[in-house]
């Protein structure tokens, strides 16, 4: 669990962040996590938490003076660079598409891997921690509308990934981090999971 009061933590940065990094953390916390995007009343109330920690954070770390002695107070005020433990892995929460149990994976950097559900033991392939480029594209089709969205890995490869509907509160904006739980039998996308601040919060999709 990571400490509430962790500041760098609330905006995922590094503690030695600058503050023009710190700044886009916190505006894009704030648009990621606008509590309007999410209708489930549990899902609202985690976004309005993420965005008040953001705020938060922002207060103290947008501020030198400020940002000064909240890090002295991390390094137990000696006046020492504050230890730092090794980056742990981080770890998404994605629901299963057959039965929507959640289990804790290690992002992947936006790659596609083969999940197995410890619910109903399906398998099932998810695309983990891509990047969002541009905005989705709307094509008109014989079938029908598809909404075409760009994803990037780590890497820089490009996967686009077609939805027959998404929910307007998912705007899926550049740069934001996602998760894709695809069907386990069917090339399709079942749930998009936004992740930012320790927290994952997602949407079904088709
Ligand atoms: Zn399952």
Sequence with gaps: MRDPDDHYAALGVDPAATREEIRE???????????DRFRDPTQRSRAEEI?????????????????RRYDLRRGDGDGAAPVQAPPAPRMRELPCPS???RSRVPDAGGRVVQ??????????????????VGRP??????????????FADEEGRLSTVEFRRLPVELALTEG????????????????????GAGLDLGWRVR
């Design 25 to 35: 953390a916190w505006r894009f916390h704030l648009t990621a996590f606008h509590p």
């Design 51 to 67: 965005t008040k920690a953001a705020n938060a954070a922002w207060q103290v770390l947008g501020d030198t003076g400020r940002r």
């Design 99 to 101: 039965c929507a149990t």
């Design 115 to 132: 999940l197995a559900c410890p619910g109903c033991g399906d398998t099932f392939p998810a695309m983990i921690g891509a990047r969002c």
């Design 137 to 150: 594209r709307l094509d008109k089709r014989w079938l029908g509308l598809r909404y075409q969205a760009v």
């Design 176 to 195: 934001e981090r996602l998760s894709i739980v695809f069907h386990a039998r069917r090339a399709r996308p079942v749930y998009a999971i936004l992740h």
